[in-house]
């Protein structure tokens, strides 16, 4: 009897898990309409040092990388994606955040691109007075030690420490990059930084900046019109947020952590894909809505022969699917051009 109440029980949690799962996703996605440096607390800027830049990066290290691409391999699994906790990042990547930073006035944050500098840390742990010294010197010490004995070069982890105001990456992914700047916008709007970050540091707590950061990063790349990295967006951090309901429940959960974040995964994944795929088919409808407007006001439909309808929607649908899979779906020449040459009657 009592392995059947255990595999109840489990079971039980496993469908509040897949609840939760499911309940944020269905109330709503991207910020809307997005807005810039929303609620800016300005605080004690922190002085860079001599010839500090706010980007840096770890020295190339195959056999260290190697490693870590290893242990972050349950990462990649979860969130199906081999850019997650692959130790190597590209420019591309880096280029994303900076812009997202720049653009929401982050001028203080700092950017650790798979590079271990404790002490660089701990110097800046003491120099962020935006943080109260009581926590700083509590919490934040907490968080620096555990960024010395447990390496993120080794352990990976994407994450944004906000007594230091630093952001530590390891994945290659554009969408998890914004994810943690949404942290660091978010922080950067709290009167409180340090109370804030031990609240939301609790199981279940914990939830609230992750949803505001995972719909911050998906607000700002629908106002940036890139389309293409909203897509990508949406199938890694709504499983992502999956994992973090695991994550939440698990302390209150004698065993099975794995299947129960396992089980949260799925619908994460289902439903990111849903939402990915919303996105790409509003670009299609947009893109014919423009497209059909071009060509009506130089050529209206009702005057065109069948034939040459047929083969303009048939170019068209091509070009739509072929620019679906270029970056950010702006190229209005390229619209134009296809539009003109769909008009003429193929020999």
Not at 143 to 167: C, K, M, Q, S, V
Not at 231 to 252: D, H, K, N
Not at 275 to 297: G, H, M, P
Request: with cysteine.
């Amino acid at each position: 009897m009592s392995l059947l109440r255990v595999y109840f029980t489990q079971r039980q949690i496993l469908l509040v898990i897949v609840a939760l799962t499911l309940s944020p996703f269905l109330a709503g996605c991207a910020t809307s309409p997005y807005v810039y440096q929303a609620n800016f607390v300005p605080g004690p800027e922190m002085e860079w040092d001599v010839e500090e830049s706010q980007f840096e990066r770890g020295e190339r290290k195959p056999i260290l990388d190697g490693i870590g691409w290893v242990v972050g391999i349950p990462g990649k699994i979860l969130l199906w994606d081999r850019r997650i906790d692959n130790h190597s990042v590209s420019p591309e990547t880096e280029a994303a955040l900076a812009a997202y930073l720049g653009k929401n006035n982050l001028d203080q944050v700092k950017v650790r691109i798979n590079q271990y500098d404790p002490r660089g840390e701990w110097r800046r742990l003491r120099k962020n007075k935006s943080v109260s010294w009581g926590w700083r010197y509590t919490a934040g010490t907490l968080t620096a030690l555990h960024y010395t004995l447990l390496p993120g070069r080794i352990l990976g982890g994407d994450n944004y420490n906000p007594f230091t105001n630093t952001i530590n990456l390891y994945s290659d992914h554009a969408a998890v990059a914004l994810h943690e700047g949404g942290h660091a916008k978010d922080f950067s709007s709290r009167n409180y930084k340090g109370t804030y970050a031990v609240v939301t540091a609790l199981p279940v707590l914990s939830l609230w900046p992750e949803s505001i950061a995972t719909n911050d990063a998906l607000g700002y790349l629908r106002a940036e019109e890139n389309y293409e990295d909203e897509q990508e967006a949406y199938r890694v951090l709504y499983p992502a947020y999956a994992t973090y309901i695991a994550g939440a429940a698990s302390p209150f959960l004698p065993y099975s952590d794995l299947l129960i974040t396992a089980g949260a995964v799925i619908p994460g994944h289902l439903l990111g894909r849903i939402k990915a795929r919303e996105v790409k088919q509003e670009q299609i409808a947009r893109l014919s809505q423009s497209e059909n407007q071009q060509v009506s006001a130089s050529d209206p439909v009702e005057t065109l022969p069948a034939a040459k309808i047929e083969n303009r929607d048939r170019i068209q649908q091509v070009h739509y699917e072929q620019e679906l899979k270029h970056h950010n779906f702006v190229n209005q020449k390229r619209f134009a051009e296809v539009s003109s040459s769909a008009g003429k009657p193929v020999e």
